[in-house]
């Protein structure tokens, strides 16, 4: 799949879930699974990009200030609609989930490249696109493990920085491309 197709699919999936989230509205029970979900986000990426714990733990603090708020509401719309605002203040932790996810497809990419059985000519294209996908994997890790933002600009600017970059992975094209040629002379035997 093109990074374009890739884009426009994930565009239209979110556009989708975005509105399926206004057409619904927020629920408690759901918030709930998001905070739950936020927690231990903040526990791994802490873990993993510590350059981002003071961020990290100013965010986390905010959020829970908001949380606390509304678990006093009695009123269960009004109630879900404050854990939302809580929710949404993890900003540095989504876009960290961003980046955690992109890493993950750049991943699979990987897998489903080396899952590929291939003439010695196309396995030299393979390890190419491979190499390059590892590099700018590890490139990613390594500039965030090293990241020191000063506020939460410069954090989310450094993680949008990545996604970018990852973004721009090749190994899908690569894929698509080796598969198609497979299929083809399939076609023609």
Request: proline residues 2%; charged residues 30%; positive net charge.
């Amino acid at each position: 799949m093109s990074m374009i197709t890739h884009a426009m699919k994930t565009l239209g999936v979110a556009a989708f879930a975005g509105w399926m989230l206004l057409a619904c509205g927020p629920s408690a029970k759901n918030e709930q699974q998001y905070w739950d979900h936020n927690q231990a986000a903040v526990t791994e990426f802490k873990g993993r990009w510590s350059g981002f714990n003071a961020l990290v733990d100013q965010e986390a603090a905010d959020a829970k200030v908001a949380w606390d708020a509304a678990g006093k509401l009695t009123n269960e719309d009004e109630k879900a609609a404050k854990m939302k605002e809580a929710n949404a203040k993890f900003e540095i932790i989504a876009r960290m989930k961003e980046v955690d996810s992109k890493l993950d497809g750049v991943q699979s990419n990987i897998d489903k490249l080396n899952a590929l059985k291939l003439t010695k000519s196309e396995d030299s294209t393979r390890q190419t696109a491979v190499e390059k996908a590892r590099t700018l994997m590890s490139d990613v890790e390594v500039a965030l493990a090293t990241a020191q933002p000063a506020d939460k600009p410069a954090a989310l600017d450094v993680l949008g920085t990545q996604v970018s970059a990852l973004i721009g992975d090749t190994s899908d094209t690569t894929y698509s491309q080796l598969t198609k040629k497979k299929s083809s002379s399939k076609k023609k035997k």
